[in-house]
Structures are given as structure tokens and as C-alpha cells.
């Protein structure tokens, strides 16, 4: 795909592993904006801009996952480890 190719939502959906309708509600909320829109009303999307936000999801998601080992290795037992030896 060039850079310049436009998506229908269905496409979009595949490539962000989500269904077409909450492809249209990132339109709507502003997260992902139409290129183009078809005489039908179809929103086309560049691919450019699906691969930008397909990148900041894996950000996102490597962050949170990031974050979920941190807690699990500090634990909530006082910033020790959830197997830190205990001298009790």
C-alpha cells in the first residue's frame, strides 16, 4: 500500500482489530479524521493516518503493559517485590 491509498472503514477495522462502528465513532470523537467521503457518505481514511494511530495504540498498549509489570515488581507491600524474601 502507498502512502496515499484511501481506506474504507472495513479496512480500517481489520487493520486496527476493531469493528467498523467504533471506526466511525473515532471519526466522530476526532481521533481519526476522513480524507475523503464518497457521494454514498462512505468516510475514506489515508492510510498514513490509520498507521499513526495504529502506532500510538501500541504505544499506548506498551506503556500500560510496562506499567502492569512495574506493579506486579514492586508490588503493594511497601515498594517490595511481590517475592522479596521476608526476614519475619
Known amino acids: 500500500?502507498?502512502?496515499?491509498t484511501l481506506l474504507e472503514p472495513i479496512d480500517v477495522a481489520r487493520r486496527l482489530g476493531v469493528g467498523p462502528a467504533r471506526v466511525r465513532g473515532m471519526a466522530r470523537d476526532g481521533l481519526l479524521?476522513?480524507?475523503?467521503v464518497t457521494p454514498r457518505g462512505v468516510r475514506l481514511f489515508a492510510h498514513r493516518d490509520v498507521e499513526r494511530l495504529l502506532?500510538?495504540?501500541?504505544?499506548?498498549?506498551?506503556?500500560?503493559?510496562?506499567?502492569a509489570i512495574s506493579r506486579k515488581w514492586v508490588g503493594a507491600r511497601g515498594g517490595q517485590p511481590d517475592n522479596a524474601w521476608d526476614p519475619r
Open 1 to 4: 500500500m502507498t502512502p496515499t
Open 55 to 67: 502506532e500510538r495504540r501500541r504505544a499506548v498498549r506498551r506503556k500500560r503493559t510496562n506499567t
Open 33 to 36: 479524521t476522513p480524507t475523503a
